[in-house]
């Protein structure tokens, strides 16, 4: 697969936006990682790179100098070790518009990191929502931002680096994945590297109670103090070792110990929107429709909601949508039937907030089948021919262009002839047209019959001014497509023309024989005598020679030598002269022979 690289146009931003909530889940430097375990870090944005981790180096793993000169420019780095075995990984969910990257590294010093296990340094061209280690959540297998599972042991030390690259940055949140949380989901990693009294820093969603507890055997009281940014305040009437937090800030509490001393613990609690799946209509489409786009509920489903704050995905299954799996694709093509689609919006802030409550009904409607022939012939004859369906579909109307009804129809002359056939009702209504072409086929005509030499064999050519589709075939010959015959020797022959359409036969019977357009009676001893060639083949074959005004000046049988251009001794003059041949066919009737360019001339 090819990886584009960074477009290096993009400045190395020092801007800041922090979070209203604190900055206590940020730190810019590997030796003061923030611990992570069971819990999802969510912060406000990061500002600067504090001290150089790389020590000056060009690169480590996938990562170059940004426009700050260094490695880093914009970052945040956590620590986090494993407690389980299995293939884990996780998703960095940010802004389309701003451009992460990301290296993790196996390693318990931040003196000896080494190579990181998994790096990415690609834009974010596409404008991406997540990035990571694994599988992107939203179901796009084509990106470019995430990096293979990672399979991991138990007490395995990692170090991420969480870098912001582009001119702005408003933040980011993560969230771990994997099968080690389903098959260890209380210790997949090891949280007994968060000292903290309180834990981990809790991210939480709009409208949750996150309960705190600080409980100490042997305390002799408890205060609890809150900070939304102008420092620490004493909540009043709070003296119990937990507290219910349901508002964004950082958390301190002070539990007194019998000796008189103190121990103090801080925690940051932070609240991301609350995601709302709103109701969704049902659909329909046709079967024949190209793909349904999701998307284009996505206003439905958010509701008021910022799409820029949430993602909606669409699943075949509720428990698919309450894990957050197997998003059915933007451009979806469901079979024919009912399809229940569920709903699913997501916080990209923190995709631990969600909604997959609602659902929709998307029925695809079978479009009518239209399978017929678009061109049909009908003899111009008084033929006729069925054009359309032979049998109806289930729940199908049909309807013709002229306003009969039914699948299909006889007719009987040319012309154009369209189908429409629809399903469903009301706006459900799905349709398919299909039109037909009727053409008139002429019956077969011969208009001559052409003979070409004579000779032991010869061709013969059938000419027709009629225009269809004609099939030919000599005596008992069987039928082909061209109209000439090769190799036919002397004689009475029938030629047989059809059209292949089935309107109609004719028999024509030819003979083939041959003789000279013109012969000189001058005594050379060339061409002296005109006569016909292959008579001999012909039974009682008969020639009449005639003059231009029709009187007969020679009769010749078979047998003759020929005619030598005289009439009763006399010499006649060069001119044309016209001929008739007459035998007796197959069934003994006196025939004349047809198709024969009946004359010649005589030069003196």
Same mark, same amino acid.
């Given at each position: 697969m090819y990886k584009r690289r960074r477009q290096t146009g993009l400045a190395a931003g020092l801007f800041l936006l922090v979070a209203s909530w604190g900055t206590a889940q940020i730190s810019p430097d590997c030796q003061t990682a923030i611990p992570i375990c069971s819990n999802t870090p969510v912060n406000g944005g990061t500002s600067g790179y504090g001290t150089d981790d790389f020590g000056g180096a060009a690169t480590s793993g996938c990562l170059e100098p940004t426009l700050s000169g260094y490695i880093e420019s914009n970052s945040a780095w956590y620590r986090f070790r494993t407690g389980a075995a299995g293939q884990l990984g996780f998703n960095i969910s940010f802004d389309p518009s701003e451009d992460w990257d990301f290296a993790l590294y196996r390693a318990s010093d931040c003196g000896s990191l080494g190579e990181p296990v998994r790096c990415n340094f690609f834009d974010n061209r596409d404008r991406e929502v997540y990035m990571g280690v694994g599988e992107d959540p939203s179901g796009n297998a084509d990106t470019f931002l995430y990096e293979p599972w990672l399979d991991v042991q138990p007490g395995e030390d990692y170090y991420l680096l969480i870098n912001n690259f582009s001119n702005t940055n408003s933040g980011f949140s993560i969230q771990f994945s994997g099968q080690i949380f389903e098959d260890h989901p209380y210790d997949a990693l090891d949280c007994s590297i968060i000292s903290n009294l309180l834990g981990p820093p809790v991210a939480a969603c709009e409208g949750d109670a996150v309960l705190l507890d600080g409980t100490t055997s042997s305390a002799t009281g408890y205060q609890w103090y809150a900070d939304s940014g102008s420092g620490f305040s004493l909540i009043p009437g709070e003296t119990s070792g937990t507290y219910s937090a349901t508002a964004a800030a950082m958390y301190r509490i002070v539990v007194d110990l019998p000796d008189g001393s103190q121990e103090v613990s801080d925690v940051q609690v932070g609240f991301s929107p609350a995601?709302?799946?709103?109701?969704?209509?049902?659909?329909?489409?046709?079967?024949?429709?190209?793909?349904?786009?999701?998307?284009?509920?996505?206003?439905?489903?958010?509701?008021?909601?910022?799409?820029?704050?949430?993602?909606?995905?669409?699943?075949?299954?509720?428990?698919?949508? *309450? @894990? +957050?799996?197997?998003? &059915?694709?933007?451009?979806?093509?469901? %079979?024919? =039937?009912?399809? $229940?689609?569920?709903?699913? /919006?997501?916080?990209?802030?923190?995709?631990?907030?969600?909604?997959?409550?609602?659902?929709?009904?998307?029925?695809?409607?079978?479009?009518?089948?239209?399978?017929?022939?678009?061109?049909?012939?009908?003899?111009?004859?008084?033929?006729?021919?069925?054009?359309?369906?032979?049998?109806?579909?289930?729940?199908?109307?049909?309807?013709?262009?002229?306003?009969?009804?039914?699948?299909?129809?006889?007719?009987? *002359? @040319? +012309?154009?002839?369209? &189908?429409?056939?629809?399903?469903?009702? %009301?706006? =459900?209504?799905? $349709?398919?047209?299909?039109? /037909?072409?009727?053409?008139?086929?002429?019956?077969?005509?011969?208009?001559?019959?052409?003979?070409?030499?004579?000779?032991?064999?010869?061709?013969?050519?059938?000419?027709?001014?009629?225009?269809?589709?004609?099939?030919?075939?000599?005596?008992?010959?069987?039928?082909?497509?061209?109209?000439?015959?090769?190799?036919?020797?002397?004689?009475?022959?029938?030629?047989?023309?059809?059209?292949?359409?089935?309107?109609?036969?004719?028999?024509?019977?030819?003979?083939?024989?041959?003789?000279?357009?013109?012969?000189?009676?001058?005594?050379?001893?060339?061409?002296?005598?005109?006569?016909?060639?292959?008579?001999?083949?012909?039974?009682?074959?008969?020639?009449?020679?005639?003059?231009?005004?029709?009187?007969?000046?020679?009769?010749?049988?078979?047998?003759?030598?020929?005619?030598?251009?005289?009439?009763?001794?006399?010499?006649?003059?060069?001119?044309?002269?016209?001929?008739?041949?007459?035998?007796?066919?197959?069934?003994?009737q006196r025939v004349e022979a047809r198709y024969l360019n009946a004359h010649f001339a005589l030069k003196r």
């Open positions: 995601a709302r799946s709103e109701p969704v209509a049902d659909a329909m489409i046709c079967s024949g429709d190209p793909p349904y786009y999701l998307p284009a509920r996505d206003a439905e489903a958010l509701g008021t909601q910022d799409p820029g704050e949430f993602r909606v995905t669409y699943h075949a299954s509720n428990f698919d949508a *309450q @894990a +957050g799996i197997a998003a &059915l694709p933007d451009n979806w093509s469901p %079979g024919p =039937g009912n399809h $229940t689609v569920y709903v699913r /919006v997501t916080s990209l802030e923190n995709p631990n907030c969600y909604d997959a409550s609602s659902q929709f009904e998307l029925e695809v409607l079978l479009t009518p089948n239209l399978d017929f022939d678009e061109q049909v012939y009908i003899c111009d004859n008084g033929g006729s021919a069925f054009i359309g369906l032979s049998q109806a579909e289930p729940g199908v109307a049909y309807s013709w262009q002229d306003g009969l009804s039914g699948p299909g129809r006889t007719v009987s *002359q @040319a +012309g154009t002839f369209t &189908l429409t056939a629809s399903t469903g009702s %009301g706006g =459900g209504i799905c $349709t398919a047209q299909r039109t /037909v072409e009727v053409i008139l086929s002429a019956p077969p005509s011969i208009s001559d019959i052409l003979v070409e030499d004579l000779s032991a064999s010869n061709r013969v050519t059938v000419e027709t001014q009629a225009s269809g589709n004609f099939e030919y075939a000599l005596n008992d010959g069987a039928f082909q497509s061209s109209p000439v015959f090769e190799g036919v020797p002397a004689g009475s022959h029938q030629v047989r023309m059809r059209d292949a359409l089935g309107c109609g036969e004719i028999t024509e019977t030819i003979t083939v024989v041959g003789y000279l357009p013109f012969f000189t009676p001058n005594g050379d001893g060339q061409h002296d005598r005109w006569h016909i060639r292959g008579i001999e083949t012909l039974t009682d074959p008969v020639v009449h020679i005639f003059d231009r005004y029709g009187k007969l000046l020679k009769q010749m049988d078979g047998t003759s030598a020929g005619w030598d251009g005289t009439f009763r001794g006399r010499l006649l003059p060069g001119a044309d002269y016209w001929f008739r041949l007459t035998y007796t066919d197959s069934n003994g």
